[in-house]
């Protein structure tokens, strides 16, 4: 199974650099993940800026394979509201299957039957409603915009860790999302914001899924309503019942930990001790790389 990671500099002329908590969840990622599953082939897709930051740092040997000629690439997306574009972008040109998983989202336990994953056409990290949070069909901005979707829901995928199995699906959702992030870029809305990014990424997929009838199964023992709302699983949806004892996506923690010291402490020692847990010489060269590139803020 090929598993991907994606790590883009998206502001393009500046130094790449990670805050501690981003760069210790990037470790715990793929390092743990690789204790926890080595019969799978681990890729990073980067640009030349964030590798030259991971050889700095000592850790870009972490990845079997790192790939820089696709995102070093010229493309006509505004990665001010598309910020998560370079995913399509890799996997538009990746057949299915393979997995892609968040630099921010880490395994603590070997909680995922790999051999099981062929059964299914899509693994998600999570089934969301997002009523009043993502746009609509009727939403100005992309109404005139042209997709087979029925919207029989207000549901989405969240692809913090995503399977795809079936190829068709892969590519025509890839191409779409792609599609549509280019022409609203070059549009140039005034109100053009990252929830068409989520909207592209995660509700297509969802209706892509529903277009196919698609075997769906989720990891989450819970659904998201609205921006983070935890509810019940979604009647219809199947989920391996996973929770924060078998893996953690830091998401919104990246930025409230800035503001609330004892937050940050709290994050920085459980992501460490994910990775002390499943290899104590890791957690080791993990206070090295911060060392390393903390250098740069001095």
């Known amino acids: 199974m090929k598993v991907i990671w994606v790590l883009e500099n998206i502001k393009k002329g500046h130094k790449f650099f990670l805050p501690e908590i981003e ?5 715990a990622s793929v390092s743990n993940w690789k204790i926890l599953y080595p019969k799978t082939s681990t890729h990073l897709y980067c640009d030349s800026s964030v590798l030259e930051y991971l050889d700095k740092i000592e850790i870009s040997d972490l990845w079997e394979t790192i790939h820089t000629n696709e995102l070093d690439s010229p493309d006509l997306i505004d990665r001010n509201p598309f910020w998560a574009a370079s995913k399509i972008k890799v996997i538009k040109e990746i057949e299915a ?3 892609i ?13 790999l051999d099981s994953f062929s059964e299914f056409d899509i693994i ?3 089934i969301e409603d997002g009523i009043g949070y993502y746009p609509t069909k009727r939403d100005s901005v992309i ?3 042209v997709d087979p ?4 829901s207000s549901h989405a995928f969240n692809v913090a860790f995503l399977y795809i199995g079936d190829e068709r699906i892969r590519k025509e959702y890839t191409d779409l999302a792609y599609s549509w992030m280019e022409d609203l870029s070059m549009k140039n809305e005034e109100s053009l914001s990252g929830k068409y990014m989520i909207f592209c990424e995660q509700k297509m997929l969802k209706e892509f899924a529903d277009l196919y009838d698609a075997k769906i199964i989720c990891l989450a023992d819970h659904s ?9 699983i979604i009647n219809g949806y199947k989920t391996l019942n996973l929770n924060d004892s078998n893996y953690v996506h830091l998401h919104r923690l990246k930025s409230r930990v800035k503001s609330n010291t004892g937050l940050f402490l709290d994050t920085r020692s459980d992501v460490i001790k994910s990775i002390y847990n499943l290899d104590k010489m890791m957690a080791k060269r993990s206070f090295s790389a911060l060392k390393l590139s903390n250098e740069d803020l001095f």
Do not use: R
């Not at 979707?149 to 029989?152: A, T």
């Not at 998201?224 to 019940?232: L, M, R, V, W």
């Open 23 to 27: 760069l210790l969840g990037l470790i």
């Open 97 to 99: 299957p393979f997995i």
């Open 101 to 113: 998983m968040d630099c921010d989202l880490y395994f603590k336990d070997q909680c995922l039957d």
């Open 124 to 126: 998600t990290n999570q």
């Open 143 to 145: 109404k005139d915009m």
């Open 149 to 152: 979707f029925g919207y029989k």
């Open 224 to 232: 998201i309503k609205g921006a983070e709302e935890k509810i019940p």
